[in-house]
């Protein structure tokens, strides 16, 4: 979720189950002129598998948008890392025509140049025999000077730290976030927030627990800032409600102290 130059804001997810053939996945998009309105409107498919540009058929998934220097950054996973760029938001071109980092899927990327002067690419890692106990997947990192690249070689295990979730073991590998604020890192393993002064070394416990009662219902969460809030956004795959993308505004707490505790206020 982010906002283009013409000031609407932008909604790409991937879809599953579709007739695509292959592994039925595509990007579709729907936009709003205001984050906090309902029922977006849909705008179709903003991108299926091509394999003039390397792609796995019926595979695009997990998009994710940075802003650098006044374009638009699209990263995806089909076959490797792909990246798209745009000067506007809303028209995208790729960067090259094949992967420009090899991966698994879900990257999230954070921009850490003030502190080390690289981008950090986190992502999925499905590995045979890496970890049993999370059916063989973990997280890592890779890092660049450059959005376009060149990434490093070498990708860093960055392993889940919450145990795994019974029945969908390797959940908290799915969908790396992990964002700054102030001084301290926060990564989020789904709802669970951990804080570390070192975007690539993690340890428990979390210091917040944002949704207690059900961790799984909502997944896949990204942080999206409008008008100086911070608003949650997340997949809910499970429950009552319509599946489907949710927002809530998330606070910052500085009454909480130097923890930098987390609570979350509905909009």
């Known amino acids: 979720m982010f906002r283009a130059d013409d000031g609407r804001w932008q909604l790409i997810a991937c879809i599953r189950h579709t007739t695509h053939p292959g592994g039925t996945r595509l990007l579709y998009r729907w936009s709003s002129a205001e984050l906090l309105q309902e029922d977006w409107k849909p705008e179709g498919i903003f991108l299926s598998s091509r394999p003039d540009w390397d ?79 999370t059916r063989d997947h973990t997280i890592r990192a890779r890092t660049a000077e450059n959005l376009q690249g060149p990434w490093s070689d070498v990708a860093v295990e960055i392993p889940p730290i919450t145990p795994p979730a019974e029945g969908y073991t390797f959940v908290y590998a799915e969908s790396p976030l992990v964002i700054k604020r102030g001084g301290f890192y926060y990564r989020f393993e789904q709802l669970n927030v951990f804080r570390s002064s070192d975007p690539l070394k993690w340890s428990g416990p979390p210091i917040a627990q944002l949704a207690p009662k059900d961790p799984l219902k909502r997944l896949a969460p990204e942080i999206v800032t409008h008008q100086g809030n911070d608003y949650l956004v997340a997949y809910q795959w499970r429950g009552r409600d319509p599946r489907g993308i949710y927002l809530t505004r998330l606070v910052w707490d500085p009454q909480k102290g130097e923890r930098g505790f987390i609570e979350l206020r509905r909009e």
């Open 55 to 133: 792609h796995a058929e019926g595979t695009v998934q997990a998009p994710f948008h940075v802003s650098d220097a006044g374009r638009h950054f699209l990263f995806y996973n089909s076959r490797g890392g792909h990246l798209l760029t745009s000067e506007d938001g809303t028209k995208f071109d790729p960067v090259g025509k094949e992967a420009i980092f090899p991966m698994g899927r879900d990257v999230c990327i954070l921009d850490d140049r003030k502190r080390s002067g690289k981008w950090i690419a986190y992502y999925t890692s499905p590995e045979k025999g890496i970890n049993p106990a």
